[in-house]
């Protein structure tokens, strides 16, 4: 079955950088397309950034410029570095296939401090 196991996350301050990582396992990795979603307190899972089984990025206005996402198909992994970090990108992040509403990992949560 589907496992995704997201890491990389932790207390920063403001302006500081993160890099997750998500491991995936269970169904064809490098065909399909990736994304980065995160759910802060109180609000609905968002979308933060896709790359697809092509290397096409796409990324929220929110972090555009700040977030990068890629992948390693050789390790089934998709990552996601966050630089210039703000306070508003404090949630629980998670890696999926795109559009995917099932199979969730358990995230791992970023803190951004002020």
């Known amino acids: 079955q589907v496992q995704l196991v997201e890491s990389g996350g932790g207390l920063v301050q403001a302006g500081g950088s993160l890099r997750l990582s998500c491991l995936a396992s269970?169904?064809?990795?490098?065909?399909?397309?990736m994304a980065w979603y995160r759910q802060a307190p109180g609000k609905q899972r968002e979308l933060v950034a896709s790359?697809?089984?092509?290397?096409?990025?796409n990324y929220a206005d929110s972090v555009l410029g700040r977030f990068t996402i890629s992948r390693d198909n050789a390790k089934n992994a998709v990552y996601l570095q966050m630089d210039s970090l703000k306070p508003e990108d404090t949630a629980v992040y998670y890696c999926n296939v795109l559009y995917r509403t099932d199979s969730w990992g358990q995230g791992t949560q970023v803190t951004v401090s002020s």
């Open positions: 790359i697809t089984s092509t290397i096409i990025t």
């Open positions: 269970g169904f064809f990795f490098a065909g399909n397309n």
